[in-house]
């Protein structure tokens, strides 16, 4: 039988702070991977992709941003959509 001691009691308690700390570096872990990923996709949609695509180049995605054809926000409000009804799409497959 486990002896309740307040050694034991600390070190639990030390143990259980322990644990609860690697849990919140392993989530801003991730939240940073998120971030950083989210990043590149910027990079990639405003330059890399832009290269090859006959449809919208660089220049032309400048020129409609610098001429208010779209402005960033529409863009993010656009991205905000997209990214909500993929995640509802997900949700309502596992049901």
Request: with cysteine.
């Given at each position: ?52 695509d006959g449809n919208l180049s660089v220049e032309e995605l400048n020129y409609a941003v610098d001429n208010k054809i779209i402005t960033v926000d529409e863009m993010v ?19």
């Open positions: 039988m486990e002896r309740f001691t307040i050694v034991n009691i600390i070190h639990k308690l030390k143990l259980k702070q322990m644990n609860i700390k690697n849990q919140r570096k392993g989530v801003e872990n991730k939240k940073q991977i998120i971030l950083d990923t989210i990043e590149d996709l910027c990079s990639y949609f405003v330059l890399y992709d832009r290269q090859e409000k656009h991205f905000h959509d997209c990214l909500l009804n993929t995640f509802i799409k997900c949700d309502n497959r596992k049901e």
